[in-house]
């Protein structure tokens, strides 16, 4: 199937909290940009005078059109988080969402502290009560260091228990921060019990603007998927994604998130998505 007019223009998050299916490189988020303030790295780029304890409270709503006669995929998702100044930060989400016309909820929790200077660590849990389409449960643990220079370095292990299959996740991330800019290389590998093996890449470049952490970044990524499809099961599939994702400080207090994006899973369908977010700290 080509790209064509399919291509969307877009996730993260996380950033955090993307759509469910099994993360691939283009929609997961990692953990330590849950909270809407900059990682280790980033703090040269778009970087603000103003305490960094705080708390905020996002709300998200998503929705995606599949191709080839799917239903619709939606989404409603609450975040609620607490930084401090020394770094450590606790957080949690409450999604609702609709996949292949079947409805899910699901919970996550998360911490991340600062052991070092120039490293940050996270650990994050997350668990489906009805678990007819998302992971019965899951946990991630990340790593995200400072390699000086405008150099940083990001790896993430994920694991999935669906009802079915387990899935692992693991990835790595080089960035390199210019002035008000950033741009990555994250190479992901999936693997679905002791069988199936899936490799994706993603780039992704970022613009910060503003005297806040504004940002806009454009992704592209391609390469092989794992995800949970009904009625099917869990598949690998070749995917390609473009997406924009964004985050604007509307006031002191307030900001909006957003993501837009086209995503090709194969020949099974194209699903176009369109996520707005707004938030505030307190």
Known sequence: MSMGAGLRVCMAIAVLVSSRAVPTSAQSHAPAEVAPTPSSSAGDAGSSTEPRSQSWFQAEAAYEGLSHGYSPWRSATLSLGLERADGRAFYGSLQEATRFSRLDHQITIGFRGRPARRLIAAAEAEASPSHQVSPTWGLVGHVDIDAGGGWGVEADVRHRHYASDDVDLSSMTIERYVAQSRVAYVLSVARLGTEATAISQRAQGDLYYGRRTNRIGLIVSAGDEIEHVEPLGVLRTPVRAVAIVGRHWLASRWFLSYDSSVHEQ?????????????????
């Open 266 to 282: 194969g020949a099974l369908y194209t699903r176009r998505r369109l996520n707005v977010g707004l938030g505030t700290r307190f």
